[in-house]
C-alpha cells in the first residue's frame, strides 16, 4: 500500500550535477527516517546519506562535501543533491524510508531505483 517513486537520473559528465527526488504515497502516520542507497555494479548496496526524525543527517564518507540530502515531511518528499560528482558515484540509486505505523510498528519501505551514470 505504501509506494516510493524515485526521478532525476541519468547521464552527467564528470564535475556535474544531479538532483534526485523521491515521492512516498500510501498509508502515511509519519516518517521516522528516510535515506538514499547505492549499488555499484558488482558490489553491494551501501547507504550514501540519511536524514532522521528531528533533521540530523548523516553522509557516506565518499560524499562528505558534495552531496545534501533534504525534506519535506508534509509533502513526503525527499531530495538528494548531488555535485561534483565523480566517476565513482555511477550507480542505481535507491529511496528508504522508515515509516512509523498506529500502535508503535514500524515499516521500510524501498523505491525501484534509478541509474545515475558519471562519464566522459
Known amino acids: 500500500q505504501v509506494q516510493l517513486v524515485e526521478s532525476g537520473g541519468g547521464l552527467v559528465q564528470p564535475g556535474g550535477s544531479l538532483r534526485l527526488s523521491c515521492v512516498v504515497s500510501?498509508?502515511?502516520?509519519?516518517?521516522?527516517?528516510s535515506g538514499w542507497y547505492r549499488q555499484a555494479p558488482g558490489k553491494q548496496r551501501e547507504l550514501v546519506a540519511v536524514?532522521?526524525?528531528?533533521?540530523?543527517?548523516n553522509y557516506a564518507d565518499s560524499v562528505k562535501g558534495r552531496f545534501t540530502v533534504s525534506r519535506d515531511n508534509a509533502k513526503n518528499t525527499m531530495w538528494l543533491q548531488m555535485n561534483s560528482l565523480k566517476p565513482e558515484d555511477t550507480g542505481v540509486y535507491y529511496c528508504?524510508?522508515?515509516?512509523?505505523?498506529?500502535?508503535?510498528?514500524?515499516?521500510?519501505?524501498w523505491g525501484q531505483g534509478t541509474q545515475v551514470t558519471v562519464s566522459s
Open positions: 528508504n524510508t522508515e515509516i512509523r505505523l498506529p500502535l508503535g510498528a514500524r515499516r521500510d519501505y
Open positions: 500510501g498509508s502515511i502516520f509519519s516518517i521516522a527516517a
Open positions: 536524514i532522521i526524525d528531528g533533521g540530523t543527517t
